[in-house]
């Protein structure tokens, strides 16, 4: 029993790295101007930058991004980081999409996942999900939900990410 239970502990320990390791999928996703760009693609001139991923009906995901947008300026400064806001409104909601972002101060890019495909690609389950890669293009930590004050540990995962390159 014991041997199981330290193989185990082994085998999601080796699971957990592995996952941290993850890069963003080969999939295609709509820039707000209708234009294809793969999520493998995403960068920042080898800083680090941020995936999160939200839906107009959800209210947590309008309060991150709002707080984000407040701070991002800043972080920039800071950091030099960049936010790709990834939107998962289905076809029945997209067309409500660019009215909020147009009316909002967000600054960040704003990605189209109409097909959820790259959601489902990084198991995504509720928005809001966040992630942030690494300079290296790999997932270094991620983290569902929002509440006030995660926008710390956002910032704080960017600035270690930029220590560690």
Known sequence: ???FLLFGGLFMLLAFCSHAQQTLPSVDVKTLDGK????????NDGKPFAVCF????????????????????????ETGMKIYAVSIDDTRTQSKVLPLVNSSEWEFDVILDVNSELKRALGVNNPPHSF????????????????????????EEIEKALKNQ
């Not at 793969?38 to 960068?43: I, L, V």
């Not at 209210?59 to 800043?74: I, V």
Request: charged residues 20%; contains cysteine.
């Open 54 to 77: 939200w839906a107009t009906w959800c209210k947590p995901c309008l309060m991150e991004l709002n707080t984000f947008a407040e701070n991002y300026e800043d972080w920039q400064a």
């Open 36 to 43: 294809t760009i793969n999520a493998k693609d995403f960068s």
């Open 132 to 155: 942030v890669v690494n300079g290296k293009g790999e997932i270094i930590w991620q983290h569902v939900g929002f509440t006030p004050g995660d926008e710390q540990h956002l910032i």
């Open 1 to 3: 029993m014991k041997r």
